[in-house]
């Protein structure tokens, strides 16, 4: 089938540690997004890549790297500079970056 | 940055009953796009909207494009108990990938 991959779907940190977030898409498509998800609030941008091998920071990107190695990978790494990491991430992806967004089917980061 | 008003923040209906939820804006937007988000899942696009004026149905629902360009409703007829979960309008502004922004969600609760 085709689609967005996210894994894992439950992931815990400790204090102190980097995580990296996976995102696979067979969709063939040029953008991929990372957004944060916290509880009664609306999804925040951490990262966009328009293209493989470029990626631009959004709204909330300190404390998160991605990379954009291959078109259909878009890992995140949160890393321990991250102060507030207990959220829910989404990986999104779209044909171009003027193009209507699809989700996959998000990743929980709990801190413990 | 730019932001979304989006209301009701919560609707608590009776089963056959019809919603209705909007999203204004003080910004013009050249796209609205509604989704659907269930519990601990990612968000799934209902519809799409890319024209002022713009009127689209999608089963029950139907959403339109303000003439203004500044806001969207979506309406849901006849509601049903899988029509539970929180909704969510987004509006891109320009080209840029970063130009989706998304309201707090409406969420919607049926009764029995």
């Known amino acids: 089938d085709g689609g967005i991959t996210q894994s894992p779907k439950y992931l815990f940190r400790k204090e102190g540690q980097n995580v990296t977030l996976s995102c696979e898409q067979n969709?063939?498509?040029?953008?991929m997004y990372w957004y944060r998800q916290d509880p009664g609030q609306g999804l925040r941008l951490i990262y966009y890549?328009?293209?493989?091998?470029?990626?631009q920071k959004g709204d909330i990107a300190e404390g998160y790297s991605v990379s954009r190695e291959k078109k259909e990978s878009f890992p995140l790494t949160v890393t321990s500079a991250q102060k507030n990491p207990t959220a829910f991430y989404l990986c999104a992806s779209s044909i171009s970056y003027r193009d209507t967004i699809y989700f996959g089917e998000g990743s929980w980061l709990t801190v413990v | 940055g730019q932001q979304l008003n989006q209301s009701p923040q919560s609707m608590f209906i009776q089963e056959g009953e019809d919603v209705s939820m909007n999203c204004t804006s003080s910004?013009?937007?050249?796209?609205w796009l509604w989704y659907k988000q269930d519990p601990g899942e990612g968000p799934v696009l209902l519809i799409a909207?890319?024209?002022?004026?713009e009127l689209t149905s999608n089963g029950r629902l139907t959403a339109q494009f303000g003439i203004t360009r500044k806001d969207s409703f979506l309406n849901i007829s006849a509601s049903i108990p899988s029509d539970v979960g929180i909704y969510f309008c987004?509006?891109?502004?320009?080209?840029?990938?970063?130009?989706?922004?998304f309201g707090k969600g409406t969420h919607l609760i049926i009764q029995p």
């Open positions: 909207l890319y024209k002022a004026g």
């Open positions: 987004a509006g891109r502004s320009g080209g840029g990938a970063d130009g989706l922004t």
């Open positions: 969709l063939n498509h040029d953008a």
């Open positions: 910004s013009i937007f050249n796209t």
């Open positions: 890549s328009q293209i493989v091998n470029d990626f």
